[in-house]
């Protein structure tokens, strides 16, 4: 998380010109302005917000839809009267449901031209981790995270493996006869490894982020470097 706040220089206004970009691929998601109370609880609580100029007060950006913006990192520009922050957004950035503001209105509907078409939906694993995450520090009774929790790396990596398992059966099946039936039964495998792969990370105490890291240090393309 960002602990401290960037230097930057508020205009007569009081405000500064933040441009959001996605961390996955650079995209520019939104263009707001924040004040000093905005910054500094953008630092605080690692989501992004900004001042409304509309309703004059502190906003954070998803409040209403869930759809909010994860900061990874800050930097202010080299006359330090603006700020890039980049960020995971969990869902649309867009109140129009596009992914950024600057998409028209029909890329919602799977406009493949369009800048992040592609765009496969994987900031929603946020909202999973954070799930797994709660469970693991209030540990509910009841729970079936918790459960594979309390049986440490051996229980967890057993369902790893399980999982593993199965994903390759489904697939052999979709090889052999594709149809809607197969693609739903290896999307569900999928799910299945992919849940319980988490489940390992928390129990090893281990943040996805660093998984993040090696991917893409792998591809050639370090994450950005959060302030400190």
Known sequence: MIRTVPDVTFGPDGLVTAVVQ?????????????????????????DVHFHSRSRDRLWRKGETSGNVLRVVSMAA????????????????????????CFDSADVAEGDESSPGAHSQG?????????????????????????????GGVDAVGRKVVEEATEVILAAKDDAVATTPATREALAGEVADLVYHTLVLLEERGLPPSEVIDALAARHGARRPVPTT
């Open 122 to 150: 994987f900031a929603w694993l946020e909202t999973l981790w954070s799930t797994i995450a709660s469970r693991g520090a209030d540990r509910p009774s009841g729970s079936y995270t918790v459960t594979l929790l309390d």
């Open 22 to 46: 996605d961390r996955s691929d650079g995209r520019v998601l939104m263009v707001g302005h924040m004040d000093a109370e905005a910054l500094a609880a953008t630092v605080s609580t690692g």
């Open 77 to 100: 520009d080299c006359d330090r009267d603006a700020l890039l922050v980049t960020a995971d957004p969990l869902g649309p950035t867009c109140h129009r449901g596009t992914r950024s």
